[in-house]
Structures are given as structure tokens and as C-alpha cells.
């Protein structure tokens, strides 16, 4: 079935790095991708999305495009600060006919140190 | 977007005890989904909830142990029922907004279990 493989964390970075956070996926067709965001103590919220191939999702900074040809949608930002540190999971929805619930990747922890 | 509210936000129940979760949306949905998220681990769906049908359940997960209701387009409630200290998560309740092809998610129930 649909499943997404994430980059394992926790991550560090020191305030104004570079992020990349790594996300494959398998599926069937070229689904809708999702980066979503959990601040601590908080539910989840949707940062970003893609809907076809080549398109590119960007809110707050971060960017991510789906690329068919390597089945990845890698969450990037040029310059993190300590108000990114979160959980950071991928997102598919799940394949089926009538199935529109998500399959969510293992989660990465970012933690971000002025 | 969907806003959605969830209570209680947080609990803390004794071993055998049951709880019910309530999950309430400001418009009118037809899917509502129920996700676990054990600690430090990504979401599992529970069971998909539909107004006037009877829910879906995902393999591992059974009525008897999480009732779900769906009385009305706006409303859920999830039941934990005799619950052990393996009970102890975050549950979420989340919507299907087809039109933006987006699912958006309450702040959850942190539920601990003694």
C-alpha cells in the first residue's frame, strides 16, 4: 500500500541554519503531498501541500516540490529559528476508492538552539 | 478552513475507567476521522465517522474497546473504554475539506492513564 518514509531525527540546528528534512513515498498514481506541523503541546496543523508533479508547496519559509521522478517531497528552509522547533511529519492521503484519511510518516523532531 | 475543538483538551483517568472525547466543527462535514498518536510516535487512524452510518474501524482498533457517535454533520464523540496505561496518547479528531483537498485536525485530547 501508499506509505511515506521519513528522514529519522531528532534534528539540531543552530538558529539561521539550513533545513532539510527528507520525505520518499510510494504510491499508487501521483497523489496530493503534505507537510504537516506540530508545535509542542499542540495539535497538527498543515504547513504546506502539492498537488501534481513539479508543483512546489511554500508557507512561513519552508518550501517542499514533488518530485515524481525520485518520489520525494523534501521540507526545506534557508533560515530556521527557535519558534520552528516542532514535530514536522509527511503526509499521503491513503490510496482506495472513497479513502481520504492520511498516512502520516514517523515524525521529525526539529529543535532549533539560538 | 474548518476550525474544530476538541474536549476535554487534557485528562488524567484511572485504569479501567472510560472517557469520552468530544469533537465539535463550525461547519457542516461529512467524513470526521479519529487518529491515536502514542507518545513520541506518529498518528494512527482509528476509525473514520460518518453522519448516519455506523464507523469505519482500522485493523488493531474495535467498537467495544472506542465507540464513536456521529449524531450530526458537526459533531463526534470517541469513547476510550476500560482503559490501561497503554491508553495513554494524544487522540485527534480531524475533517475532509474535499473542495481544498485538505484534512484539518483539532488541538487534541492528551490523555493520561494511571
Known amino acids: 500500500g501508499d506509505s511515506v518514509t521519513q528522514m529519522e531525527g531528532p534534528v539540531t540546528l543552530s538558529e539561521e541554519a539550513f533545513l532539510t528534512i527528507n520525505c520518499t513515498y510510494t504510491a499508487t498514481g501521483y497523489p496530493s503531498l503534505f507537510w504537516y506541523v506540530q508545535y509542542p503541546g499542540e495539535g497538527l496543523q498543515l504547513l504546506l501541500k502539492?498537488?501534481?508533479?513539479?508543483d512546489k508547496g511554500s508557507n512561513k519559509g519552508f518550501e517542499a516540490t514533488y518530485r515524481k521522478e525520485t518520489t520525494s517531497f523534501h521540507l526545506e528552509k534557508g533560515s530556521v529559528q527557535v519558534s520552528d522547533s516542532a514535530v514536522y511529519f509527511c503526509a499521503l492521503p491513503a490510496s482506495g476508492a472513497g479513502s481520504y484519511q492520511l498516512t502520516f510518516g514517523k515524525g521529525t523532531k526539529l529543535s532549533v538552539i539560538p | 478552513s474548518a476550525v474544530i475543538s476538541q474536549k476535554p483538551s487534557r485528562d488524567i483517568c484511572q485504569r479501567g475507567t472510560s472517557l469520552t472525547i468530544q469533537c465539535q466543527v463550525d461547519?457542516?462535514?461529512?467524513?470526521m476521522f479519529w487518529y491515536r498518536q502514542q507518545p513520541g510516535q506518529s498518528l494512527t487512524l482509528i476509525a473514520t465517522?460518518?453522519?448516519?452510518?455506523?464507523?469505519?474501524?482500522e485493523s488493531g482498533f474495535v467498537i467495544d474497546k472506542f465507540p464513536i457517535s456521529r449524531p450530526n454533520l458537526t459533531f463526534s464523540t470517541l469513547t476510550v473504554s476500560n482503559m490501561s496505561p497503554e491508553d495513554s496518547s494524544i487522540y485527534l479528531c480531524s475533517v475532509d475539506d474535499r473542495g481544498r483537498n485538505e484534512q484539518f485536525f483539532g488541538p487534541g485530547t492528551r490523555l493520561t492513564v494511571l
Open positions: 502539492a498537488t501534481k508533479a513539479d
Open positions: 465517522a460518518n453522519q448516519g452510518s455506523e464507523a469505519t474501524y
Open positions: 461547519s457542516q462535514v461529512t467524513m
